[in-house]
């Protein structure tokens, strides 16, 4: 049987001074940053010379920002699937600056927070994972024998990680491995999946890293 790899990639950091929960909102683009990370994931598969053939992204702005450069450099066009979508979060829109998600502890938006293991604020997990494995079959299939890139964003990649490791799909958010701009790459021998990992090619650029200004 055929090796094909399918990389699940999260989209680059996103231009968002007021730090709203954005989720699926229109209009939140990549910054200055993430464009920078985009590119530097683009290089790094340019430089590997992986045999990308099929290229796949959320329809959101900034997956298909965080696409454009790996596809410019392969010349191949990018394929809008809406099964990579973030997950559906019925809190997006509220300002979360300072607090995180304790920020979100109001009245109004708590009613929302009293089961983390569907999770109450938005779409179950076992959906998230179930559409990311029906795209993730179609893109092995549409680059059987190469390589495919599926831009998407953490919560559903995630799902993907969790459902892999034979681990309960609920999770602290926090702890997620998943870090911007990171890839998951899935490594199938026909349609049986053999391997999995998870590479950080724009660590460099993350918030936090040595010498990142702002972190």
């Known amino acids: 049987m055929s090796r094909t790899t399918v990389h699940l990639l999260r989209h ?17 683009v990549l910054s200055d940053r993430g464009h920078a990370m985009a590119r530097l994931v683009a290089d790094a598969f340019l430089a590997a010379g992986a ?9 959101l702005e900034r997956a298909q920002q965080t696409a454009a450069p790996l596809a410019a450099g392969l010349q191949l066009d990018v394929t809008i699937d809406e099964r990579l979508l973030e997950a559906e979060n019925v809190l997006e829109g509220r300002q979360v600056a300072g607090g995180g998600w304790r920020a979100l502890a109001t009245p109004s938006s708590a009613r929302h927070l009293y089961n983390p293991f569907r999770p109450s604020w938005g779409e179950p997990f076992a959906q998230q994972r179930d559409r990311m494995f029906e795209a993730i079959a179609a893109a092995r299939e549409a680059a059987e024998g190469h390589e495919a890139v599926l831009v998407s964003h953490q919560s559903p990649i995630w799902a993907v ?10 999770h602290d958010p926090r702890s997620r491995e998943c ?26 650029l993350l918030p936090g890293a040595s010498g990142v200004a702002g972190a």
């Open 12 to 28: 680059g950091e996103v231009e968002n001074p007021d730090k709203v929960l954005y989720g699926r909102l229109p209009g939140y």
């Open 51 to 59: 045999d990308i053939t099929h290229i796949v992204s959320s329809p």
């Open 161 to 170: 990680r969790r459902a892999l490791q034979n681990k309960p799909l609920w």
């Open 179 to 204: 870090s911007l701009a990171s890839v998951t790459s899935l490594t199938f021998d026909g349609p049986t999946l053999v391997g999995h990992d998870y590479t950080e090619p724009a660590a460099s």
